[in-house]
Structures are given as structure tokens and as C-alpha cells.
């Protein structure tokens, strides 16, 4: 229930294809998500494109803009 403060998205969706890929923090590797025991694998050959889920922001503001 911290969510609020981890930088790390934990989920992302791909915007193109629909893959759905959840963050594995004790493999630290994405792990695909599976609705009612399918997976959301998608297009294999689709360069996905992530959508995060929630604030965060991979090339985001906070690391390179020093806004104090
Ligand atoms: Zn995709």
C-alpha cells in the first residue's frame, strides 16, 4: 500500500497491441499478465509501446528537472 512512493511502475499495457506486462520485483523481470489464465501477450512482433500505469514517468521530469 505504498505505492505512492515507489518510482518504479509495476505496470504497463501496450498501447498497440494489448500486452499487458506486471513488474516482478523478486525477479526483477516483467512478467506477462494473464486475465482468467490467459496471457496478454499480445503482438510478439509489435514494438510496443507502454502505457504506464499512474504518475510515472520513465524519461520523467523529476530526474533531470531540479525543481525544489
Ligand atoms: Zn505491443
Known amino acids: 500500500m505504498s ?5 518504479t511502475p509495476t505496470n ?3 498501447e498497440r497491441c494489448g500486452r499487458a506486462e506486471q513488474w516482478d520485483r523478486t525477479e526483477e523481470t ?4 494473464e486475465t482468467d ?3 496478454r501477450v499480445g503482438n ?3 514494438i510496443h509501446e507502454w502505457d504506464i500505469n499512474g504518475a510515472f514517468s520513465p524519461f520523467g ?3 533531470d528537472s ?3
Open 66 to 68: 531540479a525543481e525544489v
Open 30 to 33: 516483467w512478467r506477462v499478465v
Open 44 to 46: 510478439p512482433h509489435c
Open 37 to 39: 489464465g490467459t496471457p
Open 12 to 14: 504497463r499495457t501496450c
Open 61 to 63: 521530469d523529476d530526474a
Open 3 to 7: 505505492d505512492g512512493k515507489l518510482r
